[in-house]
């Protein structure tokens, strides 16, 4: 009997040049780290500390990086990049020339409105600056970046419509029992 010839698919899986460079291939980078809570109450306000702490460890880990700042806004909503400032500083010294990545824990923590997310990755991609999203690992450098990527910024923007509505839920319920 004449089997058909199986077919073999290859993925191929980008090597993320952050984890993988040759020591004789260092060139010092300027790295930005971006951090945000939403709300500035005290369990928030010791998420944003963490998070703060943990990109200090990062950066003391990784001796090729020159660390540009971690930037930080608290008590913010991450629906809009209006208000947050220390994101447009950030973006501003990126825009510059300034920083050549910029991490982050997590596309959420970045923008939870996907066009805000796709379309400031875009600029700054234009100006040859990436993003690292390190809990979603996403790298903005590599091919292929943009899918996951909208998923991801999908799944937070969906999150923080259904956050609203919870509260918009409460506060509707209190109303009805007298609590302004």
Request: positive net charge; aromatic residues 10%.
């Given at each position: ?5 199986l077919?073999?698919?290859v993925?191929?899986?980008e090597?993320?040049?952050l ?16 951090c945000?809570?939403?709300t ?10 963490a998070?703060?702490?943990?990109f ?9 990086w020159?660390?540009?700042g971690i ?22 010294l990126?825009m510059?020339g300034?920083i050549?990545?910029i991490i ?10 996907v ?7 875009e600029?700054?991609r ?12 996403i790298?903005?450098?590599n091919k292929g970046y943009?899918e ?5 910024g ?12 919870r ?5 509707m319920q209190k109303?009805?029992?007298g609590?302004v």
């Open positions: 009997a004449n089997m058909p010839e077919q073999k698919v993925t191929v899986i090597a993320n040049p984890l993988t460079t040759k020591k004789s291939d260092y060139r010092k980078l300027n790295v930005a780290a971006y945000r809570v939403s500035d109450d005290k369990d928030q306000r010791n998420s944003l500390e998070q703060k702490q943990f200090e460890y990062y950066f003391e880990d990784n001796p090729n020159t660390n540009v930037f930080a806004d608290e008590g913010l909503s991450g629906t809009s990049l209006n208000k947050r400032t220390a994101f447009q500083q950030m973006y501003d990126a510059m300034k050549d990545i982050t824990k997590e596309v959420s923590r970045f923008s939870r409105n066009q805000d997310l796709l379309n400031t990755v600029e700054l234009k100006n040859k600056v990436y993003v690292w999203f390190l809990s979603d690992n790298y903005t450098e943009r996951p990527l909208n998923v991801a999908n799944s937070a923007e969906n999150e923080s419509r259904k956050t609203s509505n509260v918009k839920w409460g506060q109303m009805k029992q609590v």
